[in-house]
C-alpha cells in the first residue's frame, strides 16, 4: 500500500465563530490520517506560525487498519492553536500514512469547505 | 497515458441531510475514476473507519475509455456506508486509472464543494 | 522549470444553471493551464463519458510565458460538452506545462468552489 | 524534512468585491508557503497573464521555521496585480518549502473557499 512518514500543511486557520449546529458544523481546520498498515501509527504534529516558534509535538495514534480526523481546533497538549491565526504543520508518522486537510468554515450563514492531499515527504 | 493502480483518500464523510432538489443537489461524497486505457477496469474499494475495522470491498467497473463517477452513499453491496460518520477510502485497480475525490455539502441552504486529486500509490 | 506534458482530470460536471451576473458568476468547469517556457505549447484536451465513447481533441494554444484558462462550457470544436452530465479530461501538450481544475457552481444563491492541481502524467 | 525550490499555480484570480467585515472576510488569493528548515528563505513570485507578459519577481521572505500566508491582492511592487483578471504564478525559493493556493471568494453574501498544494518542480 501507499503511504508516507511525512507530510507538510502549508495553508492552516481557525475561523472565529461559527453559524449552525455543533460539533458538525462547527468550523474546523481537520488533518485526515489514514493508517492502511497494521501496525499502529504514533504520529507527531509540529505547527508552525508566522511571528514565533513552532510548538509541539502534539501526539496522535492512529491504530492499524483506521482513520483518524484529527481537528486542530481541538488540540490541547501542549497548548491551544489560537483562532484567528495563520499557521502550517508537519505530520510525522513512524509508520505510513495518508494525509489530507480539510477546512470547513461555518462563520456565515452557509458553510463553505475546501481540501487537499498534503504534501509528501521524501 | 498517466495512471495508478493504487489510490488513497483519507478524508470521508457522508453529510446527514441535503436541501435542493434530487439527485442533482444530494449531499454526496464521491470518488471519480478515469479508465483511459483500452482495457476495462475492475476496481475494489475499501473503506476504512475510526473505531471499527474496514469494510469492503466494494466492486466497481469502469470501461474501456470510460470515467465514473461513484457516490459512496450509494454503495449498498457489502453494507452501507453510514452518514455523518468519519471515514477513509483505498481504491485499488487492475489497470491503471486516476482518481479524484469530490463532495457535495447541501446541508446549509447554499452548498459547499471541496475537491482533490487522490493520493497515489507506488 | 516544471511541467508536464500529460495531466488528467477525472472530476468534470457542468452544472445547469447559474445565480448571478454573467460571465464572471456563470457555472463554469476550467481548465488552467501555465505555460512558463518560451515555446507557444499546442495542446489537445480529450474528453471522456460515462456511456459513450471519448470526444475530442479540443485543440487549444498557451502562448509562451502565458496562462489560459478554458472553460469546459465554452468548448465547441468538435462539439459542445452536454451539461448535467459527468465527464473527465485528458490534456496533452508539445511542450511541458502545468494543469489545475476549478469549478465556480452558482446554481443555488451563493456559490461554491472547488479546485485541485491536475493528476500529472510519466 | 520536505520541500522543493520551485512551485506553480495555474489559478489564479482577485474576485472584485466581497461581502463582510474586512481583513477577515475580503475576497482573496493565497500562497501560504512553510519553511521548515533552519534557514530563511528568499523566495521570488512570477505573475503570468492571459494576453501581456509577466510581471516580478515579487519578492518575499519567510523567515527559517515559519510559514508566511502572502494575498496576491496585496501585492505592490513592482506593480499591484490587477482584480477579475486570470492570472497564475511560479514560486521559487533559494531553501526548499512546501506551496498551497487559497481562494477565499466573498462576492455573493456567503464565501466560498477554494484550496490545493501547488505544483511541485523537479
Known amino acids: 500500500m501507499t503511504g508516507k512518514?511525512?507530510?507538510?500543511?502549508?495553508e492552516g486557520y481557525i475561523p472565529e465563530g461559527s453559524t449552525?449546529?455543533?460539533p458538525e458544523m462547527e468550523s474546523h481546520e481537520t488533518v485526515c490520517l489514514l493508517n492502511a498498515t497494521d501496525e499502529d501509527a504514533t504520529v507527531e504534529?509540529?505547527?508552525?506560525?508566522?511571528d514565533r516558534g513552532p510548538i509541539g509535538p502534539y501526539e496522535k495514534t492512529v491504530p492499524a487498519e483506521r482513520t483518524r480526523h484529527f481537528r486542530f481546533n481541538e488540540f490541547?497538549?501542549?497548548?491551544?492553536?489560537?483562532?484567528g491565526e495563520d499557521?502550517?504543520?508537519?505530520?510525522?508518522?513512524?509508520?505510513?500514512?495518508?494525509?489530507?486537510?480539510?477546512?470547513?468554515?461555518?462563520?456565515?450563514a452557509?458553510?463553505?469547505?475546501?481540501?487537499?492531499?498534503a504534501h509528501p515527504g521524501e
Open 45 to 50: 504534529i509540529t505547527v508552525y506560525f508566522t
Open 5 to 10: 512518514h511525512t507530510w507538510a500543511i502549508p
Open 110 to 117: 452557509e458553510n463553505a469547505l475546501l481540501s487537499t492531499i
Open 87 to 108: 499557521f502550517a504543520s508537519v505530520i510525522e508518522s513512524d509508520v505510513p500514512v495518508v494525509c489530507q486537510h480539510t477546512r470547513l468554515d461555518s462563520r456565515q
Open 20 to 22: 449552525g449546529p455543533e
Open 76 to 83: 490541547e497538549d501542549p497548548e491551544p492553536i489560537p483562532t
